[in-house]
């Protein structure tokens, strides 16, 4: 039992300075229900353990479950270190960034980023667009994409934000051309062609190296860059040098550099790079998503 009787003896009998450590919360199904009941019944029992609630746990705080969101509605409550150093280190970023101020988006979807790309689209000087997402933008500028990843339903949206960045003068930086396969295997057999004509039997499973040279200039003088997403598919060795080329680039700017969490966090360290030549490299990926989406 999370919070049985062993739990509660557990934590009768702790000295002053003592730690109980609980077992897995997410073992009580009531810990992630969508029933504001049944969590709020979770967090009563979990709150008559303590008399304090400390957050610190960066990777989890957007989500709306027992032990994060209902439990400090029920006892003194404050954020741990690990907390505030994320959310300074974003604060810096989003709000008083030094410029030029470029942020790198990829990853798959566009649909994952389409908040951070609406609240970002007035801050930022360069957007930079790679990634599975960046198919649904050439798309929506009326280009061939084969057989790429593209949101269909997000079309619209993303023409709609191609329009914004131009009467905002925002600089958005696509890719020119694409690392193309027809699998996508660790042996797969690749070549590099326009973005803007892919052939109908082709991927696009990274960027280019034209791109990457070009992202790499856009890089070159910015003193804040914020990047979240891979720029292919990094975990196979024929689509890893874009990301690898990029992270490069924003460890070596002469500033602040914030990666994002999840698949950029875990690039960054995939591809042996030193972490300590960012700035910061966020704990969470779904949280650090929500913080830049405002």
Request: net charge negative.
């Amino acid at each position: 039992d999370t919070v049985g009787p062993s739990a509660k003896t557990a934590v009768e009998a702790l000295p002053d300075g003592g730690v109980a450590l609980l077992e897995n919360l997410r073992f009580d199904p009531r810990e992630t229900s969508k029933d504001d009941a049944q969590r709020g019944a979770f967090a009563d029992e979990l709150a008559a353990l303590a008399d304090a609630f400390v957050s610190d746990g960066f990777g989890v705080v957007h989500r709306k479950q027992a032990s994060v969101y209902d439990l400090a509605q029920r006892l003194p409550h404050a954020a741990g270190d690990l907390v505030l150093a994320e959310v300074r280190a974003f604060a810096k970023v989003l709000d008083e960034p030094d410029r030029p101020y470029v942020v790198v988006l990829g990853g798959s979807k566009v649909s994952d980023k389409l908040g951070v790309i609406d609240n970002l689209l007035g801050k930022v000087d360069r957007l930079l667009v790679g990634g599975g997402m960046c198919f649904t933008f050439l798309k929506a500028q009326g280009n061939e994409v084969g057989g790429s990843l593209v949101e269909e339903d997000q079309v619209g949206t993303v023409r709609g934000f191609v329009d914004r960045a131009a009467q905002s003068g925002v600089d958005l930086v696509l890719p020119v051309d694409i690392v193309v396969a027809t699998e996508v295997t660790e042996d797969a057999s690749t070549d590099v062609v326009s973005a803007e004509a892919i052939p109908r039997d082709q991927k696009g499973l990274d960027i280019g190296p034209a791109t990457v040279r070009f992202f790499r200039d856009k890089l070159a003088d910015a003193r804040t860059v914020v990047w979240n997403g891979p720029m292919g598919v990094f975990e196979l060795s024929p689509f890893a040098t874009g990301t690898r080329e990029i992270a490069e680039a924003v460890a070596a700017i002469d500033g602040t550099s914030v990666v994002g969490g999840g698949d950029s966090a875990a690039a960054v360290r995939q591809l042996g790079l030193d972490e300590s030549s960012f700035t910061h490299i966020s704990t969470g990926g779904g949280a650090s998503l929500e913080l830049l989406e405002g």
